[in-house]
Each structure stands twice: as structure tokens, then as C-alpha cells.
């Protein structure tokens, strides 16, 4: 975007400037397929309507693969080994580049200490919410409303979201961020990652991460003319990236 605007003195003319591109992100949609065969036997003697279950078997492995890949989005958050955006760097960092900033400014959407997750951790990631800039290092209002943690957190994640009372301490004093700045935020439980404790507290309006389906799963059976084996198989293709990531906050707790 363009810087504020500039004080025009009595007959002087308007400043006119060049817009700032940031660099090319690409994102590269991949094909994946699995297959199997049953003998013509195996077929006629599947009794129990087991063996027959091929579509269900594949539909629930192509699920998985689905949510595994989204999931490594995530896994990679802190290190960027796959999956960059716009300023080179990872979805959440330190130190996070305004691209069309004449000062060069920095921001960040992870904390310089990982705070485990907890009330503390949770409102380090509001503090940098509320430190979120454009790219031209002016503020930008975030409104989180999703939190991602992890399963052993479940637990946790009520104590703190559900209860009136800040939990954890001895005091009766108000549990303002689960009852007020994050009153009603919704819960995602991820499962299908490889870290478990790190979290997330994102703005779904800026959210700049996405799952793009290009091809269904597509579903084929077939009989082999030489065997009479049933083959059965399934392939799809999709893409996941992330651009802008403003929105998103999160801790590498260890």
C-alpha cells in the first residue's frame, strides 16, 4: 500500500510514486495416489463384506493425507524449511520484515521468550497482536478469534477459556482473557502434527493461509483382464501455502 499522505503547500503539485512489489511467493499444487488389488478369490470368498470396503479404505487414507499435509504447515511455522511467505521467512517469527517501509521496519508474531501454554502465554501472543504492523510500519488491528493447541492441552485450554475466575492463581480476580478479550474464540484441537507444544492464536478475517483443492479424490475401480483381480485406486492434487502473515501469532513452546 501507499504511505500517508503528503502536506501539499498553496499551488504545489501532488507527489506521485512508484508501487512497492513484494517478492513472488510460488506455491507448487502435488498429485498423490495410492492403489490396491484383491485376487478374484479373495472376492468371492470375502463372506463378511470386508475385503469389499475398498473406497472406504482409500477415502480415509486420502482424509489423512489431507490432514497430515495441512498439519506440516504447522509443524513448520518456527523454521521455514518449507514453507516461507512473502518476506522470505516462516509463518510466525521474531522478526518479520515491512516490506514497503522506508525505515525498514520489523515486526513480530512470535515472542523473543516461548511462553508454554498457559493465561501468560496466551496474552504474550495478544501483546503481539496489538504490535502488528502493514508494510509500511503503520499499526493494523487484529481481531483474534482461533486459538490451535494440542491435545494433551484440552483440559488447559478450559480452565482457561471457561473459567470466571483467572485460573492457576490464588486471587478471585476476573478471568479477563477467556471471559472478555477472547470471550466465545474458537477451539481447533490439532491432531495430525508432529510438535505438541506449540500453540496459535490467529485473526481467521486476515488469515492468509489456505488448502486449495485442485482436484478431488477421484475414485477408480477396474477388474485386470489377465487375473480377474479387482484393482482399486484413488488420486488427487492440491495445494497448501501461506502468503501474509499477519493475523497469525504463536509460541515454539518447548
Known amino acids: 500500500g501507499l504511505r500517508r499522505l503528503l502536506e501539499i503547500g498553496d499551488g504545489e503539485p501532488v507527489t506521485y510514486e512508484d508501487i512497492v512489489l513484494g517478492p513472488k511467493v510460488i506455491g507448487i499444487d502435488k498429485e498423490f495416489g495410492l492403489g490396491f488389488t484383491l485376487t478374484r478369490k479373495t472376492v468371492e470368498d470375502d463372506q ?146 508432529t510438535s505438541t507444544t506449540t500453540y496459535f492464536l490467529f485473526d481467521s478475517k486476515m488469515n492468509d493461509a489456505h488448502f486449495l483443492l485442485r482436484r478431488k479424490a477421484d475414485f477408480k475401480d477396474e477388474e485386470d483382464f489377465d487375473t480377474g483381480a479387482a484393482k482399486f485406486k484413488t488420486t488427487t492434487r492440491f495445494l497448501i501455502w501461506f502468503v501474509d502473515p499477519r493475523g497469525w501469532t504463536g509460541s515454539n513452546a518447548s
Open 48 to 193: 463378511y463384506n470386508k475385503a469389499n470396503q475398498g473406497a472406504k479404505w482409500l477415502a480415509h487414507a486420502t482424509q489423512m493425507t489431507y490432514e497430515y499435509r495441512g498439519g506440516a504447515l504447522l509443524d513448520d511455522a518456527f523454521a521455514g524449511s518449507t514453507f516461507a511467505g512473502i518476506d522470505s521467512l516462516p509463518l510466525c517469527d521474531e522478526s518479520h520484515t515491512a516490506i514497503g517501509s522506508p525505515t525498514s521496519a520489523t515486526w513480530a508474531n512470535e515472542p523473543a521468550n516461548a511462553i508454554g501454554f498457559s493465561i501468560a502465554g496466551i496474552n504474550a501472543l495478544l501483546n503481539l497482536h496489538e504490535g502488528t504492523v502493514d508494510h509500511n510500519g503503520d499499526p493494523v488491528i487484529t481481531n483474534p478469534d482461533t486459538v490451535i493447541y494440542n491435545p494433551s492441552q484440552i483440559t488447559k485450554a478450559m480452565q482457561i477459556f471457561g473459567s470466571k475466575l483467572e485460573p492457576f492463581t490464588a486471587d478471585n480476580q476476573d478471568n479477563v482473557i477467556g471471559q472478555k478479550r477472547l470471550a466465545g474464540v474458537k477451539q481447533i484441537v490439532k491432531r495430525f502434527v
